[in-house]
């Protein structure tokens, strides 16, 4: 059975029928896309309190957005919601800290809402989704969000979760590594696995989460989909989230 066979099957019923894997975690650029970035080098990490006006226009905080031009084919444009969105992350858990982060995974939003720019891009030739977005919070937020997050291996290493029609998903977290970039970083792997009550393969949702800041502005994103996440992504779209920051950062401001 192929990946797109096993994919389109899971969006339907929920089928149990993905095979689970572990995305390679290096640090390489897709190769069909643009040349790799040099790594940005790392500002202070103890920036000074910003003024009121150092904030990222709107106007700014779209252009600092990556696209399906930066990650190369097959990254394109979201056609919409992954299907196995509602099927596989709608899921709720008794224990408090670890239904937050579900609760967080589902709205794409590891550092918190509002968002102050969002952009979303779909692998048609797995079924994975990118979703990418630029928070409004200050450093302080940010920091506290990432230090709750690297909680999360350790207070929800695995737990049991019930989502759409009663399905049970075995959830594990683990850290994932990220390039060094920015002034401060939280990484995690996040497997939700329905095992099959018939003997067959389970349905595995794997999905990379990514949150970083970079002196005043900061960015987080879920990128995956069942079977692995693209890991490649994950890490290009980090070093080239910093980067998008700073030549934005170097450009006059101009409210759009």
Known sequence: MTRRTRVASAAVLLALTAVTGCATLGLEHPPTAAPALP??????????????????????ARAALITEADLGAPWTRTQGAATWRDGMLKATTPAA??????????????????????????????????????TGHRPPEVDRRLAWLKTMPQK??????????????????????????????????????????????????????????????????????????PNQATQAAVQLGVRRLADVRKQPKVQV
């Open 156 to 229: 929800c290493a695995r737990f049991a979760a019930r989502a759409t029609g009663d399905t049970v998903l075995d959830v594990q977290v683990s850290e994932l590594p990220l390039p060094e970039v920015g002034d401060a970083r939280q990484g995690l792997r996040v497997t939700a696995t329905v095992w099959a009550t018939t003997g067959g393969d389970p349905t595995v949702l794997t999905l990379d989460v990514a949150a970083v800041r970079a002196g005043e502005d900061a960015f987080a994103l879920v990128d995956g989909g069942l079977d692995d996440a």
């Open 39 to 60: 790594t940005v080098e790392r500002t202070s990490a103890r920036p000074t309190a910003p003024a009121a006006s150092s904030a990222l226009t709107d106007a700014q």
């Open 97 to 134: 800290e670890c239904q937050r982060l579900l609760d967080d995974l589902y709205a794409d939003e590891p550092l918190g809402g509002p968002a102050r720019a969002v952009t979303a891009l779909d692998d048609p030739d797995t079924g994975a989704q990118l979703r990418y977005q630029l």
